[in-house]
Protein backbone atom coordinates (compact mmCIF):
# COMPACT_ATOMS: atom_id res chain seq x y z
CA UNK A 1 0.00 0.00 0.00
CA UNK A 2 1.16 3.73 -0.92
CA UNK A 3 2.71 5.14 1.73
CA UNK A 4 3.16 2.21 3.94
CA UNK A 5 6.44 0.78 4.95
CA UNK A 6 6.90 -2.53 3.95
CA UNK A 7 9.64 -5.12 4.45
CA UNK A 8 9.50 -7.55 1.73
CA UNK A 9 8.39 -10.85 2.14
CA UNK A 10 8.58 -10.42 6.36
CA UNK A 11 5.70 -8.91 8.63
CA UNK A 12 6.12 -5.95 10.34
CA UNK A 13 7.19 -6.39 14.05
CA UNK A 14 6.14 -3.77 17.05
CA UNK A 15 9.36 -2.30 16.21
CA UNK A 16 9.20 -1.75 12.49
CA UNK A 17 6.15 0.05 13.11
CA UNK A 18 7.28 2.36 16.04
CA UNK A 19 10.11 3.20 13.33
CA UNK A 20 8.06 4.03 10.95
CA UNK A 21 5.65 6.18 13.08
CA UNK A 22 8.41 7.56 14.10
CA UNK A 23 10.45 8.33 11.14
CA UNK A 24 6.70 9.86 10.05
CA UNK A 25 6.36 12.16 13.03
CA UNK A 26 9.89 14.11 11.78
CA UNK A 27 8.60 15.24 8.53
CA UNK A 28 4.89 16.12 10.19
CA UNK A 29 6.56 18.47 12.49
CA UNK A 30 7.82 20.42 9.78
CA UNK A 31 6.21 23.91 8.72
CA UNK A 32 5.11 24.23 5.36
CA UNK A 33 7.50 24.58 2.78
CA UNK A 34 10.62 23.73 5.04
CA UNK A 35 12.08 19.86 4.27
CA UNK A 36 13.39 17.62 6.63
CA UNK A 37 17.31 17.23 6.46
CA UNK A 38 18.82 13.89 5.73
CA UNK A 39 23.04 13.32 6.15
CA UNK A 40 24.33 10.71 4.16
CA UNK A 41 27.26 9.30 4.44
CA UNK A 42 30.14 8.31 2.11
CA UNK A 43 32.28 5.07 3.05
CA UNK A 44 30.20 1.97 4.02
CA UNK A 45 27.08 3.74 2.91
CA UNK A 46 26.99 5.44 -0.58
CA UNK A 47 30.52 3.64 -1.28
CA UNK A 48 31.41 0.22 -0.57
CA UNK A 49 35.31 1.61 0.00
CA UNK A 50 36.30 -1.37 2.19
CA UNK A 51 36.02 -3.97 -0.53
CA UNK A 52 38.97 -2.16 -1.86
CA UNK A 53 40.76 -1.98 1.54
CA UNK A 54 40.57 -5.37 1.84
CA UNK A 55 41.89 -5.76 -1.70
CA UNK A 56 44.75 -3.74 -1.14
CA UNK A 57 45.74 -5.34 2.18
CA UNK A 58 45.83 -8.73 0.93
CA UNK A 59 47.78 -8.07 -2.17
CA UNK A 60 50.76 -6.00 0.53
CA UNK A 61 50.42 -8.58 3.34
CA UNK A 62 49.79 -11.27 1.50
CA UNK A 63 46.43 -12.25 3.86
CA UNK A 64 43.40 -13.66 2.64
CA UNK A 65 40.88 -11.38 4.92
CA UNK A 66 37.56 -10.88 3.34
CA UNK A 67 35.25 -7.51 4.16
CA UNK A 68 34.18 -9.89 7.47
CA UNK A 69 37.21 -9.67 8.87
CA UNK A 70 36.83 -5.50 9.34
CA UNK A 71 34.22 -6.54 12.32
CA UNK A 72 34.88 -3.12 14.32
CA UNK A 73 34.70 -0.10 13.43
CA UNK A 74 38.24 1.04 14.64
CA UNK A 75 40.37 -1.00 12.89
CA UNK A 76 42.80 -1.81 15.18
CA UNK A 77 40.56 -3.88 17.54
CA UNK A 78 39.27 -5.54 14.19
CA UNK A 79 40.39 -8.96 13.00
CA UNK A 80 42.45 -6.85 10.51
CA UNK A 81 44.47 -5.61 13.30
CA UNK A 82 45.94 -2.13 11.54
CA UNK A 83 46.07 0.60 14.03
CA UNK A 84 43.22 3.16 12.73
CA UNK A 85 46.28 5.53 12.36
CA UNK A 86 47.96 3.32 9.81
CA UNK A 87 44.95 1.97 8.24
CA UNK A 88 44.00 5.67 7.04
CA UNK A 89 47.33 7.24 5.76
CA UNK A 90 48.24 3.83 4.15
CA UNK A 91 44.68 2.50 2.71
CA UNK A 92 41.97 4.80 2.95
CA UNK A 93 43.32 7.78 1.35
CA UNK A 94 45.14 5.01 -1.46
CA UNK A 95 41.98 3.37 -2.42
CA UNK A 96 39.90 7.14 -2.78
CA UNK A 97 42.95 8.56 -5.22
CA UNK A 98 44.25 5.97 -6.67
CA UNK A 99 41.39 3.55 -7.19
CA UNK A 100 37.51 5.91 -6.90
CA UNK A 101 36.44 4.36 -9.63
CA UNK A 102 36.82 0.93 -8.96
CA UNK A 103 34.73 1.24 -5.67
CA UNK A 104 31.17 -0.39 -5.78
CA UNK A 105 28.25 1.40 -5.61
CA UNK A 106 25.93 0.38 -2.68
CA UNK A 107 22.50 2.41 -3.82
CA UNK A 108 20.24 2.94 -5.90
CA UNK A 109 20.44 6.29 -8.00
CA UNK A 110 16.52 6.54 -8.53
CA UNK A 111 16.12 6.20 -5.30
CA UNK A 112 18.38 8.56 -4.09
CA UNK A 113 16.89 11.34 -6.31
CA UNK A 114 13.46 11.28 -4.72
CA UNK A 115 14.94 11.23 -1.68
CA UNK A 116 16.51 14.28 -2.75
CA UNK A 117 13.44 16.08 -4.19
CA UNK A 118 11.27 15.43 -1.01
CA UNK A 119 14.32 16.24 1.57
CA UNK A 120 17.12 18.61 1.80
CA UNK A 121 20.14 15.92 1.57
CA UNK A 122 23.85 16.50 2.09
CA UNK A 123 26.74 13.97 2.02
CA UNK A 124 28.01 14.41 5.69
CA UNK A 125 31.43 12.32 6.35
CA UNK A 126 34.17 12.09 7.79
CA UNK A 127 36.94 11.94 5.78
CA UNK A 128 40.44 13.26 4.90
CA UNK A 129 40.40 16.92 2.86
CA UNK A 130 42.26 15.35 0.16
CA UNK A 131 39.86 12.74 -0.42
CA UNK A 132 37.61 15.59 -1.50
CA UNK A 133 38.65 15.76 -5.15
CA UNK A 134 37.71 12.26 -5.94
CA UNK A 135 34.84 11.79 -4.07
CA UNK A 136 32.86 14.51 -6.32
CA UNK A 137 34.51 12.51 -9.02
CA UNK A 138 33.33 9.36 -7.93
CA UNK A 139 29.48 10.78 -7.70
CA UNK A 140 29.54 11.89 -11.14
CA UNK A 141 31.09 8.95 -12.40
CA UNK A 142 28.17 7.31 -11.15
CA UNK A 143 25.26 10.29 -12.10
CA UNK A 144 25.03 11.57 -8.92
CA UNK A 145 24.17 14.97 -9.79
CA UNK A 146 22.37 16.58 -6.48
CA UNK A 147 25.01 17.39 -4.88
CA UNK A 148 26.11 20.29 -6.84
CA UNK A 149 26.83 23.29 -4.32
CA UNK A 150 29.54 22.96 -1.63
CA UNK A 151 27.49 23.44 1.16
CA UNK A 152 25.68 20.00 0.15
CA UNK A 153 29.11 17.79 0.43
CA UNK A 154 30.31 18.12 4.24
CA UNK A 155 33.29 16.91 5.46
CA UNK A 156 34.67 17.10 9.11
CA UNK A 157 37.37 15.83 10.71
CA UNK A 158 37.77 11.84 11.97
CA UNK A 159 36.46 11.66 15.47
CA UNK A 160 33.93 14.38 15.53
CA UNK A 161 30.36 13.62 15.96
CA UNK A 162 28.00 13.71 13.42
CA UNK A 163 25.05 14.36 15.23
CA UNK A 164 26.40 17.58 16.57
CA UNK A 165 25.49 18.72 12.97
CA UNK A 166 21.69 19.69 12.53
CA UNK A 167 20.12 17.07 10.89
CA UNK A 168 16.38 14.89 11.03
CA UNK A 169 17.68 11.80 9.65
CA UNK A 170 20.73 10.28 9.28
CA UNK A 171 22.00 7.47 6.78
CA UNK A 172 25.24 5.82 8.27
CA UNK A 173 27.37 3.02 9.54
CA UNK A 174 28.98 4.44 12.51
CA UNK A 175 28.25 2.32 15.74
CA UNK A 176 28.60 5.41 17.83
CA UNK A 177 26.27 7.61 16.25
CA UNK A 178 23.37 5.20 18.01
CA UNK A 179 24.65 6.47 21.57
CA UNK A 180 24.40 9.95 20.79
CA UNK A 181 21.35 9.99 18.40
CA UNK A 182 19.04 7.18 20.40
CA UNK A 183 18.69 9.90 23.33
CA UNK A 184 17.46 12.66 20.56
CA UNK A 185 13.84 12.04 19.75
CA UNK A 186 13.66 14.42 16.98
CA UNK A 187 16.30 12.67 15.13
CA UNK A 188 16.32 9.35 13.71
CA UNK A 189 19.38 6.98 12.54
CA UNK A 190 19.64 4.40 9.86
CA UNK A 191 22.16 2.44 11.03
CA UNK A 192 23.58 0.61 8.02
CA UNK A 193 24.37 -3.27 8.44
CA UNK A 194 28.20 -4.07 8.00
CA UNK A 195 30.19 -6.49 9.96
CA UNK A 196 31.44 -3.73 12.32
CA UNK A 197 27.44 -3.04 13.50
CA UNK A 198 26.78 -6.15 15.38
CA UNK A 199 25.44 -5.89 19.16
CA UNK A 200 24.06 -2.16 18.27
CA UNK A 201 20.21 -2.49 19.86
CA UNK A 202 17.53 -1.01 17.20
CA UNK A 203 15.38 1.89 19.13
CA UNK A 204 12.49 3.42 18.02
CA UNK A 205 14.70 5.81 16.42
CA UNK A 206 17.59 3.75 16.03
CA UNK A 207 16.58 1.02 12.86
CA UNK A 208 19.77 -1.48 11.63
CA UNK A 209 18.91 -0.69 7.94
CA UNK A 210 19.49 -4.17 5.57
CA UNK A 211 21.04 -2.08 2.59
CA UNK A 212 21.19 1.66 2.11
CA UNK A 213 18.67 0.92 -0.65
CA UNK A 214 16.43 -0.07 2.50
CA UNK A 215 17.14 3.39 4.07
CA UNK A 216 16.08 5.52 1.20
CA UNK A 217 12.60 3.31 0.66
CA UNK A 218 11.68 3.83 4.25
CA UNK A 219 12.48 7.81 4.09
CA UNK A 220 10.70 7.86 0.59
CA UNK A 221 7.58 5.89 2.35
CA UNK A 222 7.33 8.16 5.72
CA UNK A 223 7.37 10.98 3.18
CA UNK A 224 4.42 10.02 1.43
CA UNK A 225 2.71 8.55 4.67
CA UNK A 226 3.03 12.74 6.54
Known sequence: MAGTFRRESLQLSDLDKLQ??????????????????????????????????VDEIN?????????????HYDTGKSRINIPIKEFLE?????????HWKEIPLMLDVEKLKEVAFETELHCLSNRKEITREPLKMYLDH????????????????FGKDKSENNYDVYIDDMPSLATSIGPKKNKFLFLVKRPYTNGVAETENIRIARSTNEALQMIIDAKRAA
Not at 90 to 98: K, R, T, V
Not at 142 to 152: D, K, L, S
Open 142 to 157: HRITMFVEPHQIVTQD
Open 59 to 71: RRKGTKYTIDDIN
Open 90 to 98: DYYIHAWLN
Open 20 to 53: FQALVRIFQGKAPGEKARVALDIDGVTADVHTIF
